[in-house]
């Protein structure tokens, strides 16, 4: 089972950028889809999630900038970066969850499955 993130890069703020997240290996159809990220000396950083009844959570950090979303037949997840910040700069990563409860959906642990990372850096 693997997850291929893609769609990282250099942009000012402001501007928008839209990452990728394939999977490849097995269906994850009933799975929890999420994106987390790690700036550099940071803890891991819940970003956004969607179960597989399309219900999406995300931090509050990002809500109304950043939308999640899934295709099914493509076996992807994606998230969509509007107005971005200097501070939304760090290593974003995809990840997947066979089992995790409500409660649990923000805590990286509760993730068995994890893409590579790709780079987005923001300037000012």
């Known amino acids: 089972v693997q997850l291929q993130a893609s769609g990282g890069g250099l942009v000012q703020a402001g501007d928008s950028l839209r990452l990728s997240c394939a999977a490849s290996?097995?269906?994850?159809?009933?799975?929890?889809l999420g994106w987390f990220r790690q700036a550099p000396g940071m803890e891991r950083e819940f970003v956004a999630a969607i179960r597989y009844n399309n219900h999406v959570v995300y931090a509050d950090s990002v809500k109304g900038r950043f939308t999640i979303s899934r295709d099914n037949a493509k076996n992807a997840v994606y998230l969509q970066m509007n107005s971005l910040k200097p501070e939304d700069t760090a290593v974003y990563y995809c990840s997947a969850s066979s089992t995790i409860i409500s409660s649990e959906i923000s805590n990286h642990r509760s993730y068995n499955y994890w893409g590579q990372g790709t780079l987005v850096t923001v300037s000012s």
């Open positions: 290996g097995h269906s994850f159809r009933r799975y929890t």
